[in-house]
């Protein structure tokens, strides 16, 4: 089955503990973003991949690094967690052409205290 | 600076009607337009993809319209049904000559479907 994977699906930290949330695509996409949504902001990109080794700042990237080693994974790493990046992650893929449609993960809900 | 607005931001209809929610967005230079449906707490659905040389995408009881002159979209649903409750939100991909295409996202129309 096509898909999008995250985990954790859920994630609750304390304030400076590195924490890394995985996402992996078995669909052979070359593009995969993160995104962040928070109630009345709607969603936000952090960073975007266009392939293995190319990745960019999305909206905002503050707070977060990314990496693409692979093609099918994309994790998105919290080096030093704050309470303001509780949110709701969505990690998203497609292929790389423009008229191709956005795939989603489920959602990692991150509580930071 | 593309954006999206979706109006209206929540909408509560009885069993049955039929409904129309809103997106519109302020560049027309887009490669698709495409809408999807969240549970709450939960991930993105994709219900439609509209290519933007299409004029509308029709699954089900659902049919997405795209004029992209105006800049607007249209999702409606037939017979609502309790199970349509949900949040809606389209999102645009911009058509540009760079590599990244930004995907820009309406904050959604919150759909209540009363028994």
């Known amino acids: 089955e096509a898909q999008v994977t995250q985990n954790p699906r859920y994630l609750i930290t304390v304030t400076g503990k590195k924490l890394t949330v995985t996402c992996s695509q078995n669909?052979?996409?070359?593009?995969m973003s993160w995104y962040r949504q928070d109630p009345g902001l709607g969603l936000r990109q952090i960073y975007y991949s266009m392939n293995v080794e190319v990745t960019d700042k999305g909206d905002v990237p503050e707070g977060y690094k990314v990496s693409r080693k692979e093609k099918r994974n994309f994790p998105l790493i919290l080096e030093s967690p704050s309470p303001n990046q509780t949110s709701l992650y969505f990690c998203a893929s497609s292929l790389q052409q423009g008229l191709s449609p956005l795939h989603f993960g489920n959602g990692t809900r991150l509580t930071v205290t | 600076k593309q954006e999206v607005t979706q109006i209206p931001a929540a909408l509560s209809v009885p069993e049955g009607e039929n409904l129309v929610l809103n997106c519109s967005f302020t560049d027309s230079a887009i490669y698709n337009l495409q809408w999807f449906r969240q549970d709450p707490g939960k991930g993105l659905t994709s219900l439609l993809l509209i290519q933007s040389s299409q004029r509308e995408q029709t699954s089900g009881r659902l049919n997405a319209s795209l004029d992209k002159s105006s800049g607007r979209s249209t999702l409606y649903i037939a017979a609502s049904q309790p199970g349509d409750s949900a949040t809606y939100l389209c999102?645009?991909?911009?058509?540009?000559?760079?590599?990244?295409?930004?995907?820009?996202f309406g904050i959604g129309t919150k759909l209540q479907v009363i028994p």
């Open positions: 999102a645009v991909r911009p058509r540009n000559s760079g590599g990244y295409q930004k995907v820009t």
């Open positions: 669909m052979n996409h070359e593009y």
